[in-house]
């Protein structure tokens, strides 16, 4: 006979790449029923997971059935997106349920680029997503969006996101000519970064991804004190100079108690489209020596691929124009992995607590 006991052990065993945990004490397993040589597992995951729905019911289905001779086995996957903690003393964002920071510790490391991957990443994996251009000087995401629609305001003080590969999104680069510079000073610039956040009527969101500007200034001082998030990402390559600037990003993560979610190495290999030959140019082996000083994880190595590149710069980024390519389905895993890493921390049920008034007759 099979039971219950039984189910439960094995399933203790099976660990999920993306949680780095089993499913038992990830709290994945939602329901257990056996009747007869029938066992029916319904699984709920805590991270979008489309494109890992079906070979997780097969490779469980299968190991099941080779553990448990002769027995039938049904495997439900579906996945659950809660909202998680935030920093203290700041509320939630309406309509929002996680912001993600993006950030990195120098231009040029491919942040934006992976940003917006991201973000349609984590939509192709079943995630209502949006993205929000917080570099104010320098906006990237109209272009890689291929987008450059002015908001609808449907009232003085809201904007609508603009819609872009089925992303909402905003950015100060919708609201000005793509040539005028923003010769601004700190304080207006964290205040513009605020009524982008707050004035955009965002919808139902799954993630929130926020792009932020290089380095450790105004930008990614006012997230730390003001906007709520629940963790970031960090975006290197494998130089040295690179691998020396993101540790100052992620020990300003620390001091500010935002979680880091993990590390991207980009750029870490390029292949030669003529020869075939494998160079890593930046050097290699930094992401895991970053993730294994600072105990973070690293989330995943994307190639210098210049469709990478040419995807971005003509507006439609690699993850839409190709999804099903070697290179989106990196970017995939990356989005897995970054949600799952979030699923695992505290989550916030505020929300779910309603408002008690006091009153006097």
């Given at each position: 006979m099979i039971s219950q006991t039984d189910i439960t052990a094995y399933l203790k065993t099976f660990i999920d790449p993306h949680l780095n945990q089993d499913l038992i004490t990830a709290n994945t397993l939602k329901n257990l029923a056996i009747s007869g040589n029938t066992i029916v597992i319904d699984i709920t995951l805590g991270y979008p997971a489309r494109g890992y729905q079906a070979p997780l019911a097969a490779d469980l289905t299968a190991k099941l059935k080779a553990a448990f001779p002769g027995a039938e086995v049904k495997i439900n996957i579906t996945w659950k997106i809660e909202p998680h903690t935030i920093q203290p003393g700041l509320k939630t964002l309406p309509g929002v349920k996680n912001i993600i920071a993006v950030a990195s510790g120098k231009g040029g490391v491919g942040k934006s680029t992976t940003a917006v991957n991201l973000a349609l990443a984590l939509a192709a994996e079943g995630a209502q997503v949006g993205i929000l251009d917080a570099d104010i000087y320098g906006p990237n995401q109209p272009q890689m969006l291929g987008s450059r629609q002015t908001p609808v305001s449907k009232s003085s003080n809201s904007l609508e996101p603009v819609m872009a590969h089925g992303l909402q999104t905003m950015s100060i680069g919708y609201l000005i000519d793509a040539d005028t510079p923003m010769v601004w000073r700190g304080p207006m610039v964290?205040?513009?970064?605020?009524?982008?956040?707050?004035?955009?009527?965002?919808?139902?969101?799954?993630?929130?991804?926020?792009?932020?500007?290089?380095?450790?200034?105004?930008?990614?001082?006012?997230?730390?004190?003001?906007?709520?998030?629940?963790?970031?990402?960090?975006?290197?390559?494998?130089?040295?100079?690179?691998?020396?600037?993101?540790?100052?990003?992620?020990?300003?993560?620390?001091?500010?108690?935002?979680?880091?979610?993990?590390?991207?190495?980009?750029?870490?290999?390029?292949?030669?489209?003529?020869?075939?030959?494998?160079?890593?140019?930046?050097?290699?082996?930094?992401?895991?020596?970053?993730?294994?000083?600072?105990?973070?994880?690293?989330?995943?190595?994307?190639?210098?691929?210049?469709?990478?590149?040419?995807?971005?710069?003509?507006?439609?980024?690699?993850?839409?124009?190709?999804?099903?390519?070697?290179?989106?389905?990196?970017?995939?895993?990356?989005?897995?992995?970054?949600?799952?890493?979030?699923?695992?921390?505290?989550?916030?049920?505020?929300?779910?607590?309603?408002?008690?008034?006091?009153?006097?007759?």
């Open positions: 964290t205040g513009a970064l605020q009524q982008l956040l707050h004035d955009t009527q965002w919808h139902e969101l799954d993630y929130l991804i926020i792009d932020l500007p290089p380095g450790t200034g105004d930008i990614q001082l006012t997230l730390a004190q003001k906007i709520p998030v629940s963790g970031a990402v960090m975006v290197t390559t494998p130089q040295d100079i690179a691998l020396l600037d993101v540790r100052k990003g992620i020990a300003m993560f620390q001091k500010v108690n935002i979680p880091i979610l993990g590390v991207v190495e980009n750029m870490s290999l390029h292949t030669c489209s003529q020869c075939g030959h494998s160079e890593a140019i930046f050097g290699s082996g930094g992401g895991e020596r970053l993730a294994a000083q600072y105990q973070i994880d690293l989330l995943g190595k994307l190639p210098l691929d210049k469709r990478i590149r040419e995807q971005a710069d003509g507006g439609n980024p690699t993850v839409a124009a190709d999804p099903e390519s070697p290179i989106a389905l990196i970017y995939r895993d990356i989005a897995r992995k970054t949600a799952a890493r979030l699923a695992l921390r505290a989550k916030d049920y505020s929300a779910k607590f309603p408002n008690i008034v006091i009153k006097s007759d």
